[in-house]
């Protein structure tokens, strides 16, 4: 345990600019441009539910519709934030066990008595805890930072919504439901991850091209065995349950899109929240085979990445 | 048994090329043991095969332990410093002490700081910044921080100028080594180290071709400053090599009575390199 927490240190004390300050950069960015859209952006011109607020005061259940609205929504302008985080999860693989092949410094780390297995999962840990943690930290107070500019600038039209909000429990739920939905993520992601340090742990150099050179140019072989040569290959089986299982699937919320889950009609019909049920039916993707067939593959990937950190020589 | 590695028939292949070609050897504890060859002859695999970075064939034996199948544990006594396992360039010197302290339960960070005290490195300074020496420094204060029986060092001191290189042999022996360490240590700089060498073992080919004391080699080898009027007799004794130097011929012999050689002039005892350039010669031709 002591050994973990130091291994994940170590991990934070070389990945800091890119899974901390990356993050914090651009939601500083977003943060802005969203103030700006509050405060200098086009007045009289604020649709809310389709009702228009820029002008007259908002009360009652109109009031009440757009603090629901609002509290169940604000997190959106997060999504930025982590598609960006898809990006950092992938390099961060890609590097994570390259790097230390690449600078030498595995012969250093191998002379500490530290397991292989030890180092290679503070690794994933990092990927699937840590980093989409620090992300999610972030992009819950940029968000309520715009929330709050936003009120602001509401106020000045001469509606308060800030006491609706903070009654709101949707404001409080959508922040810990993301946080909730962290195992659904990593679940979701080791395919990617797995496939991600392993290529890292056994190319030798180029590990972006072995890693999305790979899939995609054995997809468009296969495509073109099956259109030119009239083979049985599916390609479309094989990209939708290889390829995007493992080059896409540390983006937040590839699960809605392997799964096929229908958000919106489920909202229609059963008139839930839309947080709570992206919220269910994420977590309702785990009843399905394929999250765990990836999950499996996922596992045995890393384990491969582990064997190759301990037999493979460096020259 | 004190022995501290015990090593029987290591055989390694790269591809079609030979690393190893059934090297044995003993390594008692309390030694400092300079383990020398040519480029290429198999060291550097030997110190990789011991500290379990490799795969090979033979029997080894670390501490008592199998570099194989027990690295993780073995590592708990054995450090090393290799040229080639440098630090990472994001690393701090503050971070590096925390992580070692961290991870390693036999690191004492009092002994540490002490060192680096001594240096010119700063709590917050990163390795990219640092000189290539003061990077060795570093190392050398985390290694020797730790309570360790064994000490592997490959090329430690490449690179490094002179002044930096006495100061981590004079280190190591006055801050580090006691009776219940070993060193083992490869360098192509002999000269350097062979006053503080205990036992020398010379590899060749993959072979261990000589295991010994300094005192045996002492004792064994003689080299004398042979009167051109001995050359002859001399020669008919078989020296190991002859170089002429100042119009002098200087034969090495081995195994031959110093009371015998006596009678031919002025004897000594060879360096560890006339040693080497004597037994190695014609590796490269």
């Known amino acids: ?315 | 048994m004190s022995a501290i590695i015990s090593a029987a028939n290591l055989r390694k292949q790269y591809g079609k090329s030979t690393a190893l070609d059934g090297a044995s050897f003993q390594v008692e504890a309390g030694r400092i043991v300079g383990l020398i060859g040519p480029n290429g002859s198999g060291k550097t695999t030997t110190l990789k095969a011991i500290l379990g970075l490799t795969p090979f064939d033979g029997e080894l034996s670390v501490l008592g332990m199998d570099p194989r199948t027990q690295r993780e544990q073995l590592m708990n006594d054995v450090c090393f410093i290799a040229d080639v396992a440098i630090l990472p360039r994001w690393l701090k010197v503050k971070d590096a002490i925390a992580f070692v302290e961290g991870v390693h339960p036999r690191f004492d960070r009092a002994k540490a700081e002490k060192y680096i005290a001594r240096t010119k490195l700063t709590p917050d300074m990163k390795v990219k910044a640092m000189s290539k020496g003061m990077v060795v420094q570093l190392h050398l204060a985390l290694v020797m921080a730790i309570d360790a029986k064994l000490l592997v060092l490959d090329e430690p001191t490449l690179g490094l100028d002179i002044l930096y290189r006495k100061q981590f042999y004079q280190n190591l022996l006055e801050d580090y080594f006691d009776e219940n360490k070993t060193i083992l240590i490869t360098t192509h700089q002999i000269e350097e180290v062979e006053h503080i060498l205990t036992d020398l073992l010379f590899i060749e080919d993959g072979r261990i071709s000589l295991a010994a004391s300094m005192d045996e080699v002492g004792e064994r080898f003689t080299e004398v400053m042979v009167e051109p009027q001995f050359i002859a007799a001399a020669n008919a004794l078989q020296p190991l090599s002859q170089r002429t130097v100042f119009g002098k011929a200087i034969m090495l012999f081995d195994g031959v009575a110093r009371q015998q050689l006596s009678n031919f002039g002025e004897l000594r005892t060879p360096s560890v390199a006339d040693l080497f350039v004597a037994t190695m010669k014609g590796t490269y031709a």
């Open chain 1, 1 to 315: 345990m002591k050994t973990m927490k130091w291994l994940i240190k170590r991990e934070m004390w070389e990945n800091k600019g890119m899974l901390l300050w990356t993050p914090v950069v651009i939601s500083s960015a977003v943060a802005t441009l969203g103030l700006v859209a509050a405060f200098i952006g086009k007045h009289g011109d604020w649709e809310v539910n389709g009702r228009n607020i820029g002008s007259v005061t908002v009360e009652g259940t109109a009031r009440a519709n757009i603090a629901d609205t609002m509290a169940q929504a604000y997190m959106a302008s997060s999504i930025p934030l982590l598609m960006v985080l898809s990006f950092l999860v992938f390099f961060y693989c890609l590097g994570a066990l390259h790097d230390e092949r690449r600078d030498r410094s595995l012969l250093f780390w191998k002379s500490l008595p530290v397991s292989d297995l030890t180092t290679v999962l503070s690794k994933v840990l990092m990927a699937v805890v840590v980093a989409p943690l620090i992300t999610l930290g972030i992009a819950v107070v940029m968000s309520l930072v715009i929330l709050a500019a936003g009120c602001m600038a509401l106020m000045a039209h001469g509606t308060n919504m800030f006491g609706a909000l903070l009654l709101s429990p949707d404001l409080y739920l959508t922040p810990l439901r993301m946080v909730a939905l962290l195992p659904v993520y990593a679940l979701w992601a080791l395919p990617t991850v797995g496939w991600l340090l392993m290529v890292s742990s056994w190319a030798r150099s180029k590990v972006f091209l072995w890693a999305v050179g790979t899939p995609v140019i054995s997809a468009l072989l296969m495509l073109w065995a099956e259109k030119g040569l009239h083979l049985g290959f599916d390609t479309a089986w094989y990209t939708a349950n290889i390829v995007d299982r493992i080059l896409l699937g540390v983006v937040p919320g590839s699960w809605l899109m392997f799964d096929r889950v229908h958000i919106m009609l489920e909202h229609e019909e059963h008139k839930l929240a839309i947080p709570q049920t992206i919220f269910n039916e994420s977590w309702g993707t785990l009843a399905g085979i394929n999250v765990w067939v990836g999950a499996a593959a996922g596992v045995a990937m890393i384990a491969t990445a582990v064997w190759m950190r301990r037999r493979r020589e460096e020259a």
